[in-house]
């Protein structure tokens, strides 16, 4: 393949990894806010996404407004992660372990909501609020218009939060347990709390998903919580000298994982094997995350030389 | 004020680690008292303001703060009636959110977090005064992320932030030993005016004999989980270095041992 074949190819199919990338954005913001913020990895997440896509696509096949199948959708992630943060706080078990428990059991979960693996809705006959089929048309339901309007929108909302009294003691827990119980802050319904709000954003991200693509999978959501980490270090490193602010923070997250969706794109353009791309995800994400480790490491060194000379 | 009722604390009970850290502990503080603490390694000092703090449960024995009994009260519901400033610089203040992030944390001690802005524009001009008081040049860095400070300026915040909504008790754990002998005084002068303005109940834990002579009205030496010496007044007054080694000497039947003890 000619590298002009290449790049006509490539630009062929950016308006649908845009799509993809935005979608995943929202799933995105939420690992923000527990990896970054409340200092957890939650793995839930690769259940509580697929969770917002099977009750979505579930409420549309039964017949509800659009809006209130989104809605039910989030709820259900509330929940998975009202789940997760008793599993840690009130029985004791590691953040990261109690991740665990509730992706696996979620598995099950999506099962029985969809009564079998996979649940489609066909956009011929059902009105949906996006389409990868309209993706190149400029009317609301374009995915890449009504998407960026509900990720701004969301950063928006967030924003304001974590600005609030309560959102400022998340973020304190998150930043100094022993701290912010000497503030009387209660910094275990502050982790419940934001583990909520996170995959709940999961989970609003799971349903954008099903309807863009028109079907929920019950593994839609494998390996979900490595592609949110992709898009948060891919952000950070890119945008994070330039966006202090905590809204264009979670911009850049927004923004890396669609760089993620758009390098995706190009390695599949290029005829790379596509079984790979995990392995490829799970790389990415190992050497950016090593980075600042061998930054910190490099620079005790360089200290260290200074010091003896 | 304060009352400590045979408090009971044992760690790893069972194994061969087991440690009586304090050992049917009672004490009783006056509204206004300002306590030094001092003592070996092991006696129990940070343990008794922990247990105090509810950082963790009592094994046996009552605390009451002020009247109420907050023995099985968690921690973050005792923090309304506390102030605390702990010995590491770094686990007073959050490193990643501002210094007027972190005091509008603190003015909130107590109170039901809600909706509402977690800070304001005109807490930020009050706080911009209050800062100015520790004479560290922080009131004109009043948005800078606090993991920039020094550990003297994060340890004076800290003061500030314990300190501003006025607490029933303010428990001060060795909270100048990780400083610098210039900075640990500057810090000490500090909490002396503070205390002494707003006639704060302290209790301070030190490892220098003689911040713990000059400060406040009454010393206390603990040994092996219980207090061999409470003097105060007057008789606080009178003694000296060479006094404290004496009675330690005599009550703990040994000599006062512990490498970190400044004498000087």
Request: hydrophobic share 50%.
């Amino acid at each position: 393949m000619g590298i002009v074949e290449f790049i006509g190819d490539l630009i062929g199919a950016l308006p649908g990894a845009c799509a993809q990338g935005l979608i995943w954005g929202i799933m995105a913001i939420g690992v923000y806010l527990t990896f970054r913020i409340l200092d957890i990895a939650d793995l839930t997440v690769d259940g509580s996404f697929a969770t917002g896509g099977a009750v979505c696509v579930m409420c549309i096949l039964a017949g509800w407004n659009l809006w209130a199948a989104m809605l039910a959708a989030v709820l259900a992630g509330i929940v998975t992660g009202l789940v997760t943060g008793l599993l840690h706080t009130l029985m004791g078990i590691p953040a990261i372990l109690a991740g665990i428990l509730s992706q696996l059991a979620l598995y099950s979960v999506n099962l029985k909501i969809m009564g079998k693996a996979n649940q489609s809705v066909n956009v011929n006959n059902t009105d949906l609020l996006i389409s990868l089929r309209w993706v190149r048309e400029m009317e609301l339901h374009n995915p890449l218009i009504m998407v960026s309007i509900v990720l701004i929108a969301t950063i928006a909302v967030l924003y304001w939060f974590f600005g609030t009294e309560v959102g400022c003691g998340i973020r304190a827990t998150g930043a100094n347990l022993n701290m912010s119980r000497a503030q009387g802050i209660n910094t275990s319904l502050n982790k419940v709390i934001g583990l909520m709000i996170s995959n709940g954003l999961v989970a609003f991200s799971g349903a954008w998903l099903a309807q863009y693509q028109g079907f929920a999978d019950v593994n839609m959501g494998r390996g979900a919580i490595v592609i949110g980490l992709a898009a948060v270090v891919i952000g950070e490193a890119i945008f994070g000298r330039i966006f202090i602010n905590f809204a264009l923070k979670l911009l850049s997250v927004g923004f890396g994982a669609v760089i993620y969706y758009i390098v995706v794109q190009a390695v599949i353009t290029a005829g790379i094997d596509a079984n790979l791309l995990k392995l490829l995800s799970a790389s990415i994400v190992a050497v950016f995350l090593a980075v600042p480790y061998w930054k910190s490491r490099m620079a005790r060194a360089h200290a260290v030389r200074k010091a003896v000379n | 004020m304060l009352e400590i009722r045979e408090v009971y604390k044992v760690f790893n009970p069972g194994t061969v680690n087991e440690k009586v850290a304090l050992n049917g502990l009672s004490l009783s503080l006056k509204e206004g008292d300002f306590v030094t603490v001092i003592g070996g390694n092991g006696a129990g000092k940070s343990t008794m303001l922990n247990m105090v703090a509810g950082v963790c449960p009592v094994d046996n024995g009552r605390i009451y703060i002020d009247g109420e009994d907050v023995t099985h009260l968690p921690e973050h519901k005792r923090a309304k009636y506390l102030g605390r400033v702990f010995q590491d610089p770094m686990t007073g203040t959050a490193a990643t959110m501002q210094i007027d992030e972190n005091l509008a944390l603190a003015s909130r001690r107590g109170l039901l977090r809600t909706l509402k802005p977690g800070i304001t524009a005109r807490e930020r001009a009050g706080y911009k005064e209050l800062l100015k008081v520790l004479d560290l040049g922080l009131e004109n860095r009043l948005t800078a992320k606090v993991g920039l400070l020094s550990g003297g300026q994060r340890q004076a915040l800290t003061l500030l932030m314990a300190t501003l909504k006025k607490p029933k008790l303010l428990l001060l754990d060795e909270h100048t030993a990780a400083l610098d002998p210039k900075t640990a005084r500057k810090v000490l002068d500090l909490t002396e005016q503070i205390v002494n303005r707003d006639h704060l109940t302290t209790i301070m834990i030190t490892h220098n004999m003689s911040d713990a002579l000059r400060v406040g009205n009454r010393l206390i030496m603990m040994n092996n989980g219980k207090i061999v010496l409470d003097v105060s007044g007057e008789e606080k007054a009178r003694l000296t270095t060479a006094d404290l080694l004496e009675k330690f000497k005599i009550s703990a039947g040994e000599e006062l041992a512990n490498d970190r003890i400044l004498l000087s």
